[in-house]
């Protein structure tokens, strides 16, 4: 059954993103400013979004863990949060693109940039935490108390561009603004391209939460046979 | 007994340990010297630029010093089971991690009083004349600092890698608190009062609250073994 949500995804996500690429390279003008590097947009904000989400239904997870024991919430926020670095990383390297051609620079210690790359690491760090315990209880309930930990930043990365003005553009998606900041076309195919990349995370997260599970199974019976 | 009864409990003999070992004290106060020597020759130390980024050597030392002094507070409990019998006494989780943040907080304060001396000394930087301000930029800092150590310092006491994880863990979630920290003692350092500063004030001050709400609720959870 997961296997075919899985495949059912993918497809679904390369059919979306296929539709999503011709849109924005040959139908979508450049914009007046930024000319052709405007684009990274649709993949920047996105991946950010995809990445913060994630951050926070581990969260939910990881709380779900704490109170109920069940290991399989802590595979599933293990695997959610994995899959929210990547596209965290992803959100950091476009972004620095953008800021290379824009502004001349790769980094600047901006709020928004700064707070981004510390979640990053922070949970970098909770992927290196969970390969240095063995013990799957013990791994579990310190990865949900790192995570909310984690989560605590993430609430800083998100709010960041509203709190302090700094060089990182304010929000300009009409959920935040009420519109009026972005081209609806631009800003249509910004969120079809957010609903490719969330489908690509839930595939990958599920095929990672799988891989979790055949461990913890390996583990278990490993320690049956020591037993 | 209440819960900072307790706590102080736990404070007071984790005190009384160092004060006779000296274990952490002496490798964290003779780090935090060694590094401001080191780089006292890196940067031109008189110059008056040294109060523009003093704040921000100072809290490098303190953050490196302060793993030190993290690693030990519950690794001191795990020869002969001493955390065993601390988690079956009637203590409380959360009486358990701030007792720590209270041993860690005062330890670390002794290494910034350390710090600070030498550094007025080696950089030439006057900071007595502010040391109110001073006082109060540490003291909400390094409570910040210390109950981050004492809930992740409780969280990787059983790892393999335990003194590598803990830097790795905690110095992303410091960042907002040193970043705080910096700028204040660099505006203390520069003689101008802090109260134009209260933005970062109030950073500090919701980490310290943010962070202690953190870890007083997840403590049993994270103590369970």
């Known amino acids: 059954m997961r296997e075919k949500l899985v495949i059912v995804l993918a497809g679904l996500a390369a059919v979306l993103l296929a539709y999503n690429l011709h849109h924005m390279f040959l139908v979508l003008p450049n914009e007046v400013s930024q000319d052709f590097i405007f684009r990274i947009i649709f993949f920047h904000v996105p991946a950010g979004i995809v990445g913060m989400i994630g951050f926070f239904v581990a969260l939910i997870f990881s709380v779900w863990y704490l109170a109920g024991g069940d290991l399989r919430y802590d595979s599933v926020a293990a695997s959610i949060v994995e899959v929210s670095v990547v596209f965290s990383i992803v959100n950091l390297v476009t972004g620095s693109i953008w800021a290379r051609v824009i502004w001349g620079i790769w980094w600047t210690w901006d709020y928004r940039l700064t707070s981004q790359l510390v979640c990053v690491l922070i949970f970098v760090g909770y992927v290196m935490m969970r390969r240095a315990i063995d013990e799957p209880t013990q791994r579990a309930r310190l990865s949900a108390a790192l995570t909310i930990f984690g989560c605590f930043d993430s609430v800083v990365v998100w709010k960041s561009i509203e709190w302090f003005r700094n060089n990182h553009p304010g929000p300009v998606l009409s959920i935040r603004t009420g519109g009026g900041n972005m081209d609806p076309d631009y800003e249509r195919t910004l969120w079809l391209n957010f609903l490719a990349l969330l489908i690509i995370g839930a595939a990958l997260a599920l095929v990672r939460s799988r891989q979790e599970s055949m461990e913890r199974e390996i583990d278990s019976l490993r320690r049956a046979a020591h037993v | ?225």
Request: charged share 15%; with cysteine.
């Open chain 2, 1 to 225: 007994m209440n819960l900072f009864t307790q706590a102080f409990a736990v404070a007071r003999k984790d005190l009384a340990i160092e004060l006779r070992t000296k274990e952490s004290l002496n490798a964290a106060g003779s780090f935090a010297v060694v590094i401001l020597v080191i780089f006292s020759f890196a940067f031109e130390s008189f110059s008056d630029e040294m109060k523009e980024f003093g704040g921000g050597l100072l809290w490098l030392v303190f953050a490196f010093a302060g793993a030190l002094v993290f690693n030990r507070g519950f690794a001191r409990e795990l020869p002969n089971e001493c955390l065993d019998t601390l988690l079956a006494s009637p203590l409380s989780g959360a009486a358990l991690i701030i007792g720590k943040a209270f041993a860690n907080f005062a330890m670390l304060l002794v290494v910034e009083l350390v710090s600070i001396f030498t550094f007025g000394i080696f950089y030439n930087v006057n900071w007595l004349s502010e040391a109110g301000s001073l006082t109060i930029v540490f003291a909400l800092a390094t409570w910040g600092v210390s109950i981050l150590g004492a809930i992740f310092g409780a969280l990787t006491v059983n790892l393999r890698l335990r003194e590598l994880m803990l830097p790795v863990i905690i110095y992303p979630l410091m960042v907002p608190i040193l970043i705080a920290a910096i700028e204040l003692t660099n505006e203390v350092l520069n003689h101008r009062p802090i109260g134009g500063q209260m933005q970062w004030i109030r950073v500090l001050v919701a980490s310290d609250i943010g962070f202690t709400g953190l870890a007083w609720m997840l403590a049993d959870t994270i103590l369970v073994n």
